[in-house]
């Protein structure tokens, strides 16, 4: 799962290729806007990143974005047939990627996400609890509003259980410390399993397609 800041870039690039799809904004200077692979929490070689860099590389040439007011008009004018050259290779070299980018980290690719921390819920595999606490960031980046019916419940149990030590921290506690100190955690577990079961079982049908199992 990518942090915050990586969901925020990927936000971000989404919406930066789609301006670039819908003809908002040039692909040249779009590929200037693209964040860098570590911000996105991606490999630097990706294959749906390294066209943007391609494009970067054989553009850096040419006066894009703010920096053309500084340039007068005679030399942009005579660049232009250059730039609209590397303009149409850049939208032909970029156009499947951009749409690949959508499918892989925009908002479909984060419901899918979603229904597979529910499917783990329901397998037992992550708590309800702590579920629910990585769940309810990436709503924003779903396109899901918090009145959504499943996402509601979600966010109400990650509200009412954020002052419980979270699971990936809990191996710093020793054992008898933190049952002394959080005892109310089965329950707390419990009511949560309760309230969110069929919400789980919802969101994986609704963003995966799949027929959940009623966890035991």
Request: with cysteine.
């Amino acid at each position: 799962m990518a942090s915050l800041a990586a969901y925020r870039e990927r936000k971000k690039l989404v919406d930066i290729v789609r301006r670039m799809l819908d003809g908002e904004l040039s692909f040249l200077e779009g590929a200037l806007m693209v964040p860098r692979a570590e911000a996105l929490e991606i490999d630097d070689f990706d294959e749906d990143f390294l066209p943007f860099v391609a494009i970067n590389s054989e553009s850096d040439r040419f006066p894009l974005g703010a920096v053309r007011q500084y340039w007068s008009q005679d030399a942009l004018a005579k660049l232009h047939p250059e730039i609209d050259g590397a303009e149409k290779w850049a939208g032909q070299t970029a156009n499947h990627y951009c749409q690949r980018i959508i499918e892989r980290l925009g908002p479909v690719a984060v419901r899918r996400e979603i229904g597979q921390i529910a499917r783990s819920m329901l397998c037992g595999e992550v708590t309800f609890i702590e579920g629910a606490h990585r769940i309810a960031p990436l709503h924003d980046y779903c396109a899901l509003p918090a009145l959504d019916t499943d996402i509601g419940a979600v966010l109400g149990v990650h509200q009412a259980y954020l002052w419980l030590p979270p699971i990936d921290g809990r191996e710093h506690w020793p054992l008898d410390m933190l049952q002394a100190k959080h005892p109310e955690i089965p329950h707390a577990e419990a009511t949560a399993k309760q309230t969110l079961t069929r919400h789980c079982q919802s969101l994986i049908e609704r963003f995966l397609g799949e027929s959940p199992q009623t966890p035991t």
